[in-house]
Every structure is written in C-alpha cells, then in structure tokens.
C-alpha cells in the first residue's frame, strides 16, 4: 500500500523531478540505481530477519518490519519512472516513423516481458544451486539494476526539445518554458 501511495505521489510531480534532475536519461538512470540500492536493502533485511534466534517464528522484529516496509514503499519511485518513461519516450522517438507506435510500443513490451521470463526461469534453479532461499536471484537483481542504471546515463539518446516541449504541453504541463536543461 505504500508503495502505492508513494507511486500515485511520484507520478503527479514527474515533470518537475524531469527537470529538477536535468532531463529523462537522468531520471531512467538515476532511479534505477534507487532501484539498485532498494533491491540491496532486501538483501539486508533478508539478512536481519535470518539472524534472529527466533527466525523459525512468524513474527520478526520491529526493525526488520520498518525497514522492510520502508524499502517497500521507496520502490514505488523506480516505479513511476519504469512504468512512464520508457513508453513516452518509444512515443516521441516514433511519432514521425511510418511504423507508428504501435509497433514501437509492442517491441518495448517484448523488450520488458522477455527478461522476466528468463528470469522467471533461472531464480529458482540458481537459488537451489546457490544454497536455497532468494538472496542469489536478489543480488543478481541488484547488479542488473545498476548496470541497467549506467546503461540508461551512457546510451539512451535525449529527445529533441521541441518534441519534448510537445510532450509536456500534451501532458498537461503548461508552465513548461525552458527546455535548455532537457540536454
């Protein structure tokens, strides 16, 4: 529920943190290494919860619940960004192609479901290899999340600014003026 409420919170200012960090690349990026260190924490506290004597019982310390629901509800911010940046900007880079978005979009959704499953498929094969439990899968997560964060700051191209200035107004977004820090 918190991460929810975090999500719905995110996602009415994400113009503004667009522009606050410098532009949609940075965002992408920095969230996902936000996503990186919320995945380490669940290594942290699946760690904490493992380390208590009474581990076999159903219910764990008050500072393992706080920081698991904390870490929980800071996960709604890659949220919003994972779930919006990536098919706006399939929409802007598209918008003049003959293909239409459609496509665009379909290839995004590929791009996204296929990893899933592979990973579907291995965490648990690599999680018994490793010992049991999920702290392999978690840490694999992790390392994804940052390299992915990377990935995002050096390859992913800026939108032109009068596409992006477009976007906004469409968006809602009126008091969107200076595109100059979108670069």
Request: proline fraction near 5%; charged fraction near 10%.
């Amino acid at each position: 529920m918190l991460n929810s409420v975090v999500l719905g919170l995110e996602s009415l200012c994400i113009e503004r943190l667009t522009r606050w960090v410098g532009g949609v690349k940075r965002l992408w990026g920095g969230m996902n290494f936000l996503l990186a260190v919320c995945r380490a924490l669940t290594l942290v506290v699946t760690h904490m919860a493992r380390s208590e004597p009474e581990f076999a019982k159903a219910t764990p310390k008050t500072g393992v619940v706080g920081l698991a629901l904390a870490t929980f509800a800071v996960l709604g911010a890659p949220l919003v960004v994972t779930f919006n940046v990536p098919c706006a900007l399939a929409s802007i880079f598209c918008n003049n192609s003959q293909d239409g978005q459609g496509l665009s979009l379909s290839v995004l959704n590929l791009a996204v479901v296929i990893p899933l499953i592979v990973v579907s498929l291995l965490s648990g094969p690599w999680d018994s290899l490793m010992g049991g439990g999920n702290m392999p899968a978690f840490a694999v997560g992790v390392v994804a999340a940052a390299v992915s964060g990377i990935i995002a700051y050096t390859m992913l191209p800026s939108p032109p600014l009068d596409v992006l200035a477009t976007f906004f107004m469409a968006a809602g977004c009126i008091r969107v003026t200076d595109f100059s820090e979108y670069n």
